[in-house]
């Protein structure tokens, strides 16, 4: 990722495509997720305990989850944009090791609101099996071109 390029909102358009990541889930990522945000259930770290559960194996938690849509809603909108919501985050299936998820997204809209402008962003993510997380929206403000309003 090129952080030093940004995107305006005069540079949007309601359809555009957000490019999607890929995140392949190791034992390793899982790991050191669960460690890097204190989740030290086993359901996300140890196969077994996980099939205990129901699970088919280890899985990915939601803050992993929101994460992968933060890091892809980030790399849309540059370091300029901010992150106002997220919303319809919805886990539908499991996201286990072995997996590659891969999130996803589109403009759904855009608008202007007491001087914000703003952009809804659709995400999901999906790998082999399907949708997994999502459908849901990512609200987001970015700047304006400076000759915008000249």
Do not use: C
Request: hydrophobic content about 40%.
């Amino acid at each position: 990722m090129d952080w030093s390029t940004q995107r305006y909102w005069e540079d949007v358009s309601k359809g555009d495509v957000v490019p999607a990541i890929e995140f392949p889930l190791s034992v390793y990522r899982l790991v050191v997720e669960a460690g890097a945000n204190r989740d030290f259930n086993s359901i996300h770290h140890n196969t077994e305990y996980a099939q205990m559960t129901g699970a088919s194996e280890m899985y990915a938690n939601t803050i992993f989850l929101q994460g992968m849509w933060e890091r892809t809603a980030r790399e849309f909108i540059g370091l300029g944009g901010v992150m106002k919501s997220l919303k319809g985050f919805r886990m539908k299936i499991f996201n286990t090791v072995g997996e590659t998820v891969i999130t996803k997204g589109r403009v759904k809209r855009k608008w202007q609101d007491a001087g914000e402008a703003l952009v809804e962003l659709e995400m999901w993510s999906e790998h082999s099996k399907g949708i997994s997380v999502g459908p849901g929206t990512i609200t987001v403000t970015l700047p304006h071109r400076q000759n915008s309003f000249e």
